[in-house]
């Protein structure tokens, strides 16, 4: 399976610090990205029919270049979270062990972005920031070659799905 192209840069210098300053104070703390958003599934195997995912992520950016990501959701079925954390630009497990990996990169001065690389399917959290406002947006994109998304339940278990929509997105932003 060919790896994802990653011409992407990482935080360096001015770039991260622009970022920085585009949002409030941050005394020699973090900021924080607040993030509500539903993903609708499409179950074909082992779970068929359509039903809600309700996702809560919290995304700081700590000094250091350091990320942390929490993530808990729940749905009709299945509840959970995970959390993942490490060095802006780096590759980290994202509580499923070599399976799912995260990496966060910024885009631009006001920009910032994560892939969350699936199996079979990459999902991009995009993040713009503007003083005390930020806008998020998620992509569900299959890799070549595959006709389903993959996700996995509570157990590790593989379920599988025809279409992952996201909606109803809000974004929060605030320093400590």
């Not at 992509?139 to 993959?150: I, V």
Request: overall charge positive; some cysteine.
């Amino acid at each position: 399976m060919p790896k994802r192209n990653r011409t992407k840069t990482s935080i360096v210098g001015a770039s991260g610090l622009l970022l920085w300053a585009a949002c409030p104070a941050h005394p020699a703390g973090s900021m924080t990205f607040d993030i509500t958003y539903v993903d609708q599934m499409q179950g074909i195997s082992p779970i068929t029919g359509s039903f809600p995912v309700r996702v809560h992520a919290v995304v700081t950016l700590h000094n250091g270049n350091w990320v942390t990501e929490q993530r808990t959701w729940q749905s009709p079925i299945d509840s959970g979270s995970t959390t993942s954390e490490g060095v802006m630009g780096a590759e980290v497990a994202a509580g499923r062990g070599a399976e799912i990996n995260v990496t966060w990169h910024v885009e631009s001065a006001t920009s910032l972005f994560r892939y969350r690389d699936y199996p079979q399917h990459v999902e991009t959290l995009h993040i713009t920031v503007s003083g005390q406002t930020c806008i998020a947006t998620l992509q569900h994109r299959l890799k070549p070659g595959f006709t389903s998304y993959e996700r996995f339940g509570r157990k590790e278990e593989p379920r599988y799905f025809s279409s992952v929509v996201s909606s109803g997105i809000s974004c929060r932003v605030s320093s400590q």
